[in-house]
């Protein structure tokens, strides 16, 4: 007889567009799950109990107590593109490498969100600037530089890279190469949470991908690499950090932290239809958490 009244009221909450309450009676928003053992997230907006993301997957949640406030399509792989670069700098700082250490490299950096139309073919840098032009103007040319510093192969430094996947528990993650050119290059929003978190941890990945942009000089003079993460200090929410990605097959990519009152919060979007698409929906998330849910 319970199971049968339980099936109504679901039923009704389905036709209706009820808001379904969890079983502390909680309202839960659309796309919303509360882990067992998680602190029970306070709904403070119940009129609000939707949210319309363009990305194939989207993910926000708690940075410290891993409570989910959003989730679409967490478990679906996707090609990551240069979210990719994230594991590559972790391997990469595996190797305890010099960062004033010099190296041959020629990379033209014309196009490559640099502030000036000038050509830059650069062929002497120190391995702080193949790091950092990894990182912050996502250079697949000084990616590929790193891991040519490191002395091991490609083929190996990417099973380091699946290997460290493996350690860090990311099961539906697997790497083709570094620099995420490659549609091999799959994860999950659910999975990049768990890399995120672990680059934060090295204050070198963390510095590189929170500055709006590196200056650095070549024998050409002064260079300065924009971020391709037009969120970083945006007005309206804090966000401290992040790495994006695109390619063809992944569409446009961002994962981010960010602060929302005195909450960091962890977004992931993948898939999405555009370069504005994937701000607008990384913007959407963070409003999502501040309007809808008690974060102090």
């Known amino acids: 007889m319970l199971a049968k009244i339980l099936f109504i009221i679901l039923s009704a909450s389905q036709i209706f567009n009820l808001p379904i309450l969890n ?38 949640i708690d940075a410290v107590n891993g ?10 792989q996707h090609p990551i593109a240069s979210i990719s670069k994230l594991m590559s700098a972790l391997v990469f700082l595996d190797f305890n490498k010099d960062f004033n250490q010099p190296f041959n490299l020629t990379i033209n950096l014309k196009g490559e969100n640099l502030s000036n139309d000038q050509d830059s073919t650069v062929n002497t840098l120190i391995l702080n600037d193949l ?34 996947a493996h350690i860090l528990g990311m099961h539906n993650t697997f790497f083709a190469e570094p620099t995420g050119l490659s549609e091999k290059n799959i994860s999950t929003a659910k999975d990049l949470i768990l890399l995120f978190k672990e680059a934060l941890k090295k204050e070198e990945i963390k510095k590189a991908i929170s500055i709006q942009k590196y200056i650095f000089m070549t024998s050409g003079g002064q260079r300065v690499i924009n971020n391709t993460n037009l969120l970083l200090n945006n007005s309206f929410f804090d966000v401290g950090g992040g790495k994006t990605g695109y390619t063809q097959e992944a569409g446009h990519c961002l994962i981010t932290q960010g602060r929302v009152k005195s909450k960091n919060i962890i977004s992931v979007v993948l898939g999405a239809e555009s370069e504005n698409a994937r701000f607008q929906d990384t913007k959407a998330l963070y409003w999502w958490v501040e309007n809808n849910y008690s974060t102090d």
Do not use: C, H, P, W
């Open 23 to 60: 079983k502390e009676g909680v309202v839960l928003g659309n796309n919303t799950s509360v882990t067992e053992n998680q602190t029970v997230l306070e709904k403070n907006n119940y009129q609000n109990i939707g949210l319309l993301i363009s990305a194939r997957s989207a993910l926000a």
């Open 67 to 76: 409570v989910v406030f959003y989730n679409k399509n967490i478990d679906a």
């Open 131 to 164: 790091f950092y032009a990894s990182l912050v103007g996502s250079l697949n040319d000084a990616t590929l530089g790193l891991v040519k510093a490191t002395g091991v192969s490609q083929d190996e430094f990417v099973a380091r890279m699946n290997d460290k």
